[in-house]
């Protein structure tokens, strides 16, 4: 009974795992299909050119959610008015009022996401928001704060990145390297 029970349990492992590999490459093909369309658009907006095709329509919250994962990816990689263009299509998404939002979710992976969105759009007024969750009572979640706000570059807040680092009833801070890089991305302001 026992050897028919392993083999099972092996058997329906087996069965999962070729289920969640299908599902994966099913996926990735899905995303390709969305974004096949739309690459030269995005590519040309993150160069800072205008893009010779017309903008797509309307695009459902699956469809617009994939556009955005893609979006935030350029963002980190280009400067200058490619951001704002970037930035642009977040907002026709919704992505941003979307993040501001997510800042008070009782999930700790919300707040952390939704600080890595505000901070790519490197808006400074979002930089209050930022700045408020450097308090909060999850770690991951005032560290993706702390670099959201070095992404920003606002100096304002420098002062509040550096009581980050400390440890307040015994919650442990902020690591000193990421207030550091943080810190450093803000430019000769921090002074």
Do not use: C, N
Request: hydrophobic share 45%; aromatic share 4%; no cysteine.
């Amino acid at each position: 009974t026992s050897l028919w029970i392993l083999v099972a349990s092996i058997a329906v492992l087996i069965i999962v795992m070729l289920w969640a590999h299908a599902a994966r490459i099913s996926r990735g093909r899905r995303v390709e299909r969305i974004l096949r369309p739309i690459r030269p658009r995005l590519l040309a907006l993150a160069a800072d050119e205008e893009p010779t095709d017309e903008p797509p329509g309307r695009l459902g919250g699956y469809r617009a959610r994939v556009v955005d994962r893609a979006v935030l990816d350029l963002l980190g990689k280009v400067r200058g008015g490619a951001v704002t263009a970037l930035v642009d299509i977040l907002d026709r998404h919704g992505t941003v009022d979307g993040a501001v939002r997510g800042t008070r979710s009782w999930s700790s992976t919300t707040r952390a996401r939704s600080a890595q969105v505000l901070g790519a759009t490197r808006r400074r007024e979002h930089a209050s928001t930022l700045a408020g969750l450097l308090s909060d009572r999850d770690r991951a979640v005032r560290a993706t704060a702390v670099r959201a706000l070095g992404v920003i570059g606002d100096a304002t807040f420098s002062d509040s990145v550096l009581r980050a680092v400390r440890e307040v009833d015994g919650i442990s801070g902020v690591p000193a390297y990421v207030a550091a890089d943080a810190l450093l991305a803000m430019g000769d302001d921090v002074r």
